[in-house]
């Protein structure tokens, strides 16, 4: 059974925490934000969203919410004898394909973003960080997994178990 209470210690070994040294305070030089047939469009390099329900100042107060709270462990990672890390590039797309998921998540659902500890430990958010890995590191299973676990701070069979999960379903839609 998955323990929830893991995500209300306030601590930076967690995915969520108010990290004080990961503020933005203006995010013009990252995304194009203009007004699309009463909808907000969102692009940058990485990304390309269209936000039906919510306001262009929700979207930055939720961005730099978002932004401030996430906690990817980004320290170097040793598998085997090697040493592995993500590229500025990469760390920056994935920040912004994770939280943009999730504003897109609340976008659908009625328009009322609400910032809460376990977010950042959606699937779909994860998928972003699994998609990465397949790229970067291609089949090799064990290290997908044990890298992917440890920039997502979770315990590696919790991410293990949700990312079989997925493939499986994604396997059975049909």
Do not use: C
Not at 32 to 44: A, F, G, Q, T, Y
Not at 46 to 74: C, G, P, Q
Not at 136 to 159: P, Q, T, V, W
Request: hydrophobic fraction near 35%; charge should be neutral; aromatic fraction near 14%.
């Amino acid at each position: 059974m998955f323990d929830f209470n893991f995500f209300r210690k306030d601590s930076s070994e967690k995915i969520y925490w108010e990290n004080p040294d990961n503020i933005i305070s203006d995010i013009s030089n990252i995304f194009l934000i203009s007004n699309e047939d009463n909808s907000l469009r969102v692009k940058s390099d990485y990304v390309n969203y269209l936000f039906t329900s919510i306001s262009e100042a929700e979207f930055i107060s939720s961005y730099k919410e978002y932004y401030h709270r996430l906690n990817l462990n980004l320290t170097t990672f040793t598998h085997e004898g090697k040493s592995y890390s993500l590229s500025d590039i990469e760390v920056e797309s994935l920040k912004q394909k994770m939280i943009l998921k999730l504003i897109r998540y609340y976008d659908i659902n009625g328009g009322v973003v609400k910032i809460r500890p376990r977010d950042f430990h959606w699937v779909q958010v994860v998928n972003e960080l699994r998609w990465l890995l397949d790229k970067k590191i291609g089949d090799d299973e064990k290290l997908k997994y044990s890298f992917g676990a440890h920039i997502i701070r979770m315990k590696g069979r919790n991410y293990v178990r949700m990312i079989q999960g997925q493939i499986n379903f994604e396997n059975n839609m049909d």
